[in-house]
């Protein structure tokens, strides 16, 4: 075999200068990729950040959609529901006589019996002042001889109570007038 002529130098460094020259490649190659890395890291921080603010930016403006939604649609409930009330005349006087409308209340004498049982009787006009007929309308009255409000609070929370038994009641279409009475109240009779 025949022997291989190595230069001691190729192009004016020596093996020894050619192997540093690869290290300090290397190691700047080592750097820059560092750096590239460091500068994605920061980049890719700043784009999950930025999209966590769109997302409670999105987050926000759906809730705000859901209220206005909710809002919306309690308005469109409440404009279509039926409105009960009492059927209130332009007068606080009002002359039969003259045909002008009945009040919206009208009571009769309070009576009391032998047994010191007082009653009345009481007629109520009611109107329906919303846009759909409303159901089981009743008209519920009482009459109290006390002096003790805490019997006045629990008979006012005992009249308040929604009419469980629907059969009973009236129907009364949008903008119709009804009456409930006459009726004889005493604490015998309810």
């Not at 890719?44 to 809002?71: F, G, K, P, T, Y």
């Not at 003259?98 to 009481?122: C, F, H, Q, R, W």
Request: aromatic letters at 8%; charged letters at 15%.
């Amino acid at each position: 075999m025949a022997a291989v002529d190595v230069p001691e130098k190729f192009w004016s460094l020596s093996a020894t200068g050619w192997t540093a020259l690869g290290s300090i490649i290397s190691a700047l190659s080592v750097l820059a990729l560092s750096i590239f890395n460091a500068l994605f890291l920061i980049s890719a921080r700043r784009s999950a950040r930025a999209s966590e603010a769109q997302a409670r930016a999105a987050n926000d403006a759906l809730a705000l959609s859901r209220e206005s939604n909710s809002i919306a649609l309690s308005g469109s409930q409440q404009h279509q529901r039926p409105w009960v009330g009492l059927a209130v005349t332009p007068s606080v006087f009002v002359v039969n006589a003259m045909n002008l409308a009945p009040p919206a209340i009208e009571v009769g004498p309070v009576k009391i019996d032998k047994d010191g049982t007082a009653s009345a009787t009481y007629w109520v006009r009611f109107k329906n002042y919303g846009e759909s007929p409303a159901q089981s309308v009743l008209v519920r009255a009482s009459l109290m001889v006390t002096e003790d409000l805490k019997d006045i609070e629990a008979e006012q929370l005992n009249l308040t109570k929604p009419n469980q038994d629907k059969s009973i009641g009236q129907l009364v279409f949008a903008g119709g007038v009804a009456g409930w009475g006459p009726h004889l109240y005493s604490p015998a009779h309810g």
